[in-house]
């Protein structure tokens, strides 16, 4: 009975234990609703919001398309001994260029950055031809560093010569010479001049009979005897050269049955490890404004001046005045670089610059670096193109001034043709076997040339680019940038640096110093065989001041047959400045874009469609703008039996996203729970049904909803709709859909009657235009795939 009364009475608190928990559960699960419906509500918000910013960006960029040369750059770590500027607020780097931290394959860490200029290897030591009175380096005054620095360039200090005297260091360092400079160690007293008559090849003799004789002390000698020996690589085992993937890379032969220029020269040559020249025209002020790329100094008082003459140039032209023309920068190559090899016969090149109004400053400093920095042999002229400046001191001061170099020629342009057209100026007076063109405000690298110019050799399809390092537009520092960058470009056609793909870096092995593939070049910078130039028919002329070029050329190269490569152990630094410092002689945007239209027409077959959907469907009105005549370009790619843009996108360019259409498939109305179907030349609904032709139907790039040839278009009398034949032209065929407006995100809205958007019915003509409504499922509609956003 006990236990009957006691389970009786248990269980009665079992049943109160029972209810209570259930209650408990119940507003726990209320709760736990309510935290629910917060979170996905927040979700929501949040995803709306996203998508706001996207669209709106997206709608930005397509209608303000910029080149994004966000660059990823590291500041080289400031080398102690210069003093470091001051930052203004405004001018923090790392917000201007995309600022990233040590990547795979990084060679320097912020510690041996410090050593990037003096000292790049423990072993090899710093040579320092103190010829004339120089003696700068042995200065007391000078940064510790110094002193003892180990650096790989070959620095000369040479009061009032440029060009010439660099050549007594090439024959230096040429395989040659090894012997003659052993003689000189035994009789260390020996004059340079001694040293170079009997070292000197033929064809740099007569160059050589110029310079004047200079004095090296007994250590000097001995040091430069001992540079020279290391730098002497005598390939007797021919055998031994392939065997090195860094030395001779592997040549891509053209592809079966291509018709292509032939290309590979068979040639024989020596090898001898490239030239670290930098040469400089008088001793060097470690002390000087921005010396070793540092970033300079601007006192407070000075600010004013430096916003005074920044549009001159659109950066810092105040400090660049004060940096020394012939300064050094970082050697920011990867280790192994100067260790490379390079054949002895290599062809010779021309310089090109053309320039309009450039700063006189940067303009020298980029002439001088050519001259000090490249092996003299190699150096046929340096063409300066006057893109019809209009300031004075570009004329007469600069013809007086260049006068001294006899390796500078001048031409000027009678009116301003833009930076195409002067380029091709420079390029049909090119003496050099092979172009290379620079804009004006760069400071080439130590040993920047000869790798370019080894590509070519090996194969002239190859147009090899130096990487592009930055040139702080604010405080003139020369800041390195990541390895493994490429060129790339994204709808509309603009250009960009990516990293190479993670996997494929690891599945080819990839090293630091390796050649690296691009899809596109950024245009300012590269070198080319100058007959293989014209052989694919040079730039289109057609193209005005600025803009697009570099898509042109990319295009061009890849497609007929070439290939872009760029050279990590070539390194040239350029200011990129936010703003075109000159005047465009018509609009800066029509320019572009019509520039950008031409291309896309000769180049990018179906492809073109990409380009115009994102932001320039009015350039496919013809009587808005006329991008001229293109039957010769057109007329040129067949006649170079080039590839397809989809051979291209496909081979040289594999991870671009490009699908033809932003939609396709069956085409969903979420009210009818039906799919669209056209049959004889009407629409209606039908079940669902993909193996259906009459249901398939395409959102096209440029917003045409579109079943092969036809494509629907609002009548705007009747609310209705019209089936027409496809004009990618006409704005009344454009719809909106998935799109800006997120609430109307499923709607197909017409783009020329705001407002109106196309419902789906049952009775009668399928469609009808309605006021768009957000809620109304009858204007939902789903294609099976979203290709893109
Ligand atoms: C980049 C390229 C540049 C060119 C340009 C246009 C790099 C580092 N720079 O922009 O070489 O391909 O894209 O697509 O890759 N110039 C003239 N006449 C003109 C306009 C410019 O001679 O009407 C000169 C100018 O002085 C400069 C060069 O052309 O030396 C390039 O112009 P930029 O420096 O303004 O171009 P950038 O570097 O912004
Ligand atoms: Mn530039």
Not at 49 to 67: D, G, V, W
Not at 331 to 348: M, Y
Not at 770 to 780: E, I, P
Request: charged fraction near 25%; aromatic fraction near 8%.
């Amino acid at each position: 009975m006990k236990v009957r009364k006691y389970l009786r009475g248990s269980g009665r608190v079992l049943a109160f234990v029972f209810v209570a928990s259930i209650i408990w559960l119940l507003f726990d699960m209320a709760a736990l609703r309510i935290s629910l419906s917060d979170v996905s509500g927040q979700q929501l918000k949040e995803r709306l919001i996203r998508e706001r910013e996207f669209y709106k960006k997206e709608s930005m960029q397509a209608l303000h398309p910029r080149r994004s040369f966000t660059h990823p750059v590291r500041r080289v770590a400031d080398l102690p001994g210069t003093q470091k500027a001051p930052r203004r607020p405004k001018d923090d780097l790392f917000q201007v260029y995309r600022h990233k931290g040590e990547e795979q394959g990084q060679r320097v860490k912020d510690e041996q950055h410090k050593s990037l200029y003096l000292a790049k290897s423990n072993h090899s030591k710093f040579v320092d031809l103190k010829l004339g009175n120089a003696a700068a380096h042995q200065n007391d005054n000078a940064p510790k560093q110094n002193s003892p620095a180990k650096k790989e360039a070959v620095n000369l200090n040479v009061n009032a010569v440029g060009a010439e005297v660099t050549q007594k260091v090439a024959v230096k360092t040429l395989p040659a010479a090894h012997k003659a400079v052993d003689k000189v160690d035994s009789k260390p007293n020996e004059k340079v001049k001694d040293v170079k008559s009997e070292i000197q090849p033929k064809a740099i003799k007569s160059h050589l009979a110029q310079t004047t004789p200079h004095q090296l002390s007994n250590q000097d000698v001995k040091e430069v005897n001992e540079k020279v020996a290391q730098m002497q690589v005598k390939v007797t085992d021919k055998n031994n050269l392939g065997a090195d993937k860094g030395l001779k890379p592997a040549v891509n032969q053209p592809a079966e049955g291509k018709s292509r220029v032939s290309t590979i020269a068979v040639r024989k040559s020596d090898v001898h490890k490239v030239l670290s020249l930098d040469a400089t025209n008088s001793p060097r002020d470690p002390k000087a404004v921005g010396q070793f790329g540092q970033a300079a100094v601007v006192a407070n008082h000075e600010n004013s001046e430096v916003e005074k003459r920044w549009n001159e140039g659109h950066f810092n032209v105040y400090l660049s005045d004060k940096i020394p023309v012939d300064r050094a920068i970082p050697d920011t190559r990867p280790r192994k670089c100067a260790q490379s090899l390079i054949h002895d016969d290599l062809p010779s090149t021309s310089v090109i610059f053309c320039f309009v109004d450039e700063v006189w400053s940067t303009l020298l400093r980029s002439v001088h670096s050519v001259l000090n920095r490249s092996p003299p042999n190699l150096l046929k002229e340096i063409i300066l193109v006057d893109d019809f400046s209009t300031k004075d001191y570009l004329k007469k001061q600069l013809d007086d001034y260049m006068s001294q170099f006899p390796k500078v020629r001048i031409i000027r342009l009678k009116e301003r043709q833009g930076l195409i057209r002067a380029r091709l100026a420079g390029a049909a007076v090119a003496k050099g076997e092979v172009l290379t063109f620079l804009d004006s405000h760069v400071e080439c690298n130590v040993g920047w040339l000869e790798p370019l110019l080894e590509r070519v050799y090996l194969d002239r399809r190859k147009v090899p680019c130096p990487v592009i390092e930055v040139i702080s537009d604010k405080d003139m520092s020369y800041m390195l940038v990541d390895n493994f960058q490429r060129g790339i470009f994204k709808w509309p056609l603009v250009f960009g640096w990516s990293p190479v793909p993670a996997d494929y870096i690891k599945k080819n092995k990839m090293k630091d110093t390796d050649p690296i593939k691009c899809p596109v070049m950024a245009g300012g910078l590269f070198s080319i065989d100058k007959k293989y130039f014209f052989e694919l028919g040079s730039y289109d002329p057609g193209l005005d001041v600025w803009g697009g070029e570099n898509m042109e050329i990319s295009f061009k190269i890849w497609m007929c047959g070439g290939e872009i490569e760029i050279i990590p152990c070539s390194r040239v630094g350029h200011i990129f400045r936010g703003q075109n410092p000159y005047k465009f002689p018509k609009d800066r945007q029509k320019t572009v874009e019509r520039n950008l239209a031409r291309v896309a027409e000769v180049w990018l077959d179906e492809y073109k469609d990409l380009f115009y959907g994102h932001g320039y469907t009015h350039l496919l009105n013809k009587k808005v703008i006329d991008i001229g005549n293109l039957t010769d370009q057109i007329g040129l790619r067949k006649r170079l039996k080039c590839q397809s843009f989809k051979w291209y996108l496909d081979n040289v360019y594999p991870d671009m996203n490009a699908p033809l259409a932003k939609a396709g498939g069956l085409v969903y109305n979420r009210g009818l729970r039906k799919c669209l179907a056209l049959q004889s030349d009407s629409l209606s609904f039908e079940t669902c049904d993909l193996s259906k032709q009459t249901q398939h139907f395409n959102y096209t790039w440029v917003r045409n909803i579109r079943h092969h040839e036809l494509c629907i278009a609002p009548q705007v009398q009747s609310n209705n709709f019209a089936l027409q034949p496809c004009d990618n032209a006409k704005n009344e065929q454009r719809w909106l859909h998935k799109s800006s407006v997120s609430s109307l995100a499923e709607h197909f809205s017409a783009e020329v009657l705001r407002g109106m958007c196309l419902e789906g019915k049952l009775e009668g003509q399928a469609l009808h235009l309605r006021a768009c409504d957000a809620n109304n499922l009858f204007q939902k509609w789903q294609f099976t795939h979203y290709y893109a956003r």
